[in-house]
């Protein structure tokens, strides 16, 4: 009789207590589109960030591991407080001591940019991350190694499976985790952004700055991102040794010879060096570039064909004026922090 009870109360388990079992599902995390800007151009239907992906993300981008001799990661390169750039480098340290060819850019408001590289020869961010993993002179490994490396770490297994649903580990999944983690790198707190949310004010010397800014600057460098994600030859005369033509590499037109995309210009005081091949070490050497330095060429943009007149005053205003586009709260954010911090989604902010 005992017995029978004990089955009876093992049925009434198995058929009823099933009912009360949660199976964990990811948690998603709300994107932080700022106050007054466009809609991200990311598809974020087909790739949601949810907290899991997020920290695997952040697991995978500072994971040395990665690279053929475990000695460079995504953050080797792009380091936190210099806006996800290479800091003090023209061109970034690869594997066996190689040198990139060109200079790291900051990572920053990708769910607003359509193609990747400086070139625009990678069309969607889940495919760039493959870029710096294969370059022989950058992180110099294999895909293949890569995901045979992370099916070897029981912590992985954990937290593809809680991310995705089951333990299988392969490159679209990786790539996706790591676009989950850098897409939330949503820069929209300077004191520009202040002033624009009418939270704080400029100084003279800002406001004086932002008034020739939006006469001589924004044809490029539009607001709010700073950047019109256009390809230019803005006059820099070709680097003999790197011999890089930039977009032409990408279209094999000639018409397109010497065009780079065009940085975007927030944290720009923490992100020198300047250039795609960092050979401006200050902003004051990019200023004199574009007064006086300049190489006029065929495909020169048509807006700087007479260079770009700038008196030392203008300099000095402009200068700080770009000063306000550095976002502090985002260069010390401990959400995109190595991993060890204790991430939560009050650290996201929707401005």
């Not at 030392?312 to 205003?317: L, S």
Request: charged letters at 20%; a positive charge.
């Amino acid at each position: 009789m005992k017995v029978f009870k004990a089955i009876s109360a093992l049925l009434c388990f198995i058929i009823f207590g099933a009912a009360f079992i949660v199976v964990s599902k990811p948690k998603k995390l709300k994107f932080p589109v700022p106050k007054g800007w466009a809609q991200p151009v990311y598809d974020f239907k087909s790739n949601p960030i949810t907290q899991e992906g997020f920290e695997l993300g952040r697991k995978l981008f500072y994971d040395e591991r990665l690279s053929k001799d475990s000695s460079i990661s995504c953050a080797g390169c792009h380091q936190q407080f210099a806006a996800f750039s290479t800091y003090d480098h023209n061109l970034s340290h690869g594997f066996n001591n190689s040198l990139t060819t060109r200079n790291a850019p900051s990572l920053q408001n990708l769910a607003w940019q359509k193609d990747f590289m400086a070139d625009g020869g990678i069309m969607h961010l889940d495919l760039q991350p493959l870029a710096p993993m294969t370059a022989s002179n950058e992180m110099g490994e294999t895909i293949e190694t890569i995901v045979r490396k992370l099916n070897g770490d029981t912590s992985y297994k954990r937290m593809f499976s809680a991310a995705f649903g089951d333990v299988t580990i392969n490159t679209q999944r990786m790539n996706r985790a790591i676009s989950q983690f850098v897409l939330m790198m949503v820069s929209s707190n300077s004191k520009y952004d202040r002033v624009m949310r009418k939270q704080d004010t400029f100084n003279l010397p800002q406001q004086l700055g932002y008034d020739i800014f939006k006469r001589k600057c924004t044809s490029c460098h539009k607001e709010p991102m700073f950047t019109d994600y256009s390809f230019r030859n803005n006059g820099m005369a070709l680097e003999k040794t790197l011999n890089d033509y930039g977009r032409m590499k990408i279209t094999q037109d000639k018409n397109d010879s010497l065009k780079f995309r065009v940085p975007s210009l927030r944290n720009v005081a923490v992100t020198a060096p300047y250039g795609h091949d960092g050979r401006f070490f200050s902003l004051s050497n990019v200023f004199e570039h574009y007064r006086d330095k300049m190489v006029v060429g065929p495909t020169t943009d048509s807006l700087l064909k007479k260079k770009l007149p700038l008196s030392n005053f203008e300099i000095g205003q402009l200068t700080a004026f770009l000063q306000t586009l550095t976002d502090t709260s985002f260069l010390k954010n401990p959400l995109f922090a190595p991993p060890g911090y204790n991430i939560t989604p009050s650290f996201i902010h929707n401005h």
